[in-house]
């Protein structure tokens, strides 16, 4: 083989690494924003984030609102009074015992809670979607009426849960307030959107 061919030959070797290389970076280039733009933005991460709530100045009988997902999860702060009004409704509400599965695995009873004395579920109707408002005065006080024992009245079809947010039997909402999983971090501050198990 002559020296002219091996010089082509070398020249061509070159030019085809070369226009390679090239290709190669091109390539990547392109790929990075195209694939970085297939990852959530930071905008939906913070949507599913879990919220945190610091409830150490939350006094009994006081409830605070908390958005999660777009939705209002209520924290509540019970009172022994309040707690004691479960066992008085049991016959009343849809779902005594809490075995429906719209909670997590871990929130069983009347209480619907890891720690009774904190209610903790999604402010929103399981018929319609509507919020419903507190009604934490007892009796005729409420508008409700007179043997009323505090609870959440859903303005829109009249459902009514009491305070573990339990659905009324014969409401039109089908089934109770949803218990988000959450869990605590530690006495005043709770992690909503997460639990410790996972």
């Known amino acids: 083989m002559s020296s002219d061919?091996?010089?082509v030959d070398c020249g061509r070797r070159n030019l085809v690494f070369a226009t390679a290389a090239v290709g190669g970076v091109a390539t990547v280039a392109t790929a990075v924003p195209f694939l970085a733009s297939m990852a959530p933005s930071e905008r939906a991460k913070a949507a599913g984030a879990p919220v945190e709530a610091d409830i150490g100045k939350l006094a009994p009988g006081e409830m605070m609102r908390v958005e999660w997902r777009g939705k209002p999860v209520w924290i509540l702060r019970r009172t022994p009074?309040?707690?004691?009004s479960l066992k008085q409704v049991a016959d009343q509400v849809a779902d005594p015992d809490s075995k429906r599965p719209n909670q997590p695995d871990y929130i069983k009873g009347e209480a619907r809670a890891i720690k009774p004395e904190y209610l903790v579920v999604v402010g929103i109707c399981s018929h319609l979607g509507c919020s419903p408002?507190?009604?934490f005065q007892t009796g005729a006080a409420s508008g409700i009426d007179d043997k009323w024992p505090g609870g959440f009245l859903c303005p829109?079809?009249?459902?009514?849960f009491d305070l573990s947010g339990r659905v009324y039997k014969s409401k039109p909402a089908p089934d109770n307030l949803e218990v988000p999983p959450h869990y605590y971090l530690s006495?005043?501050?709770i992690l909503i959107g997460e639990d410790n198990k996972a």
């Open 133 to 135: 408002t507190d009604k």
């Open 187 to 189: 006495d005043t501050r």
């Open 81 to 84: 009074e309040m707690l004691a």
């Open 156 to 160: 829109c079809h009249g459902s009514t």
């Open 5 to 7: 061919k091996k010089e």
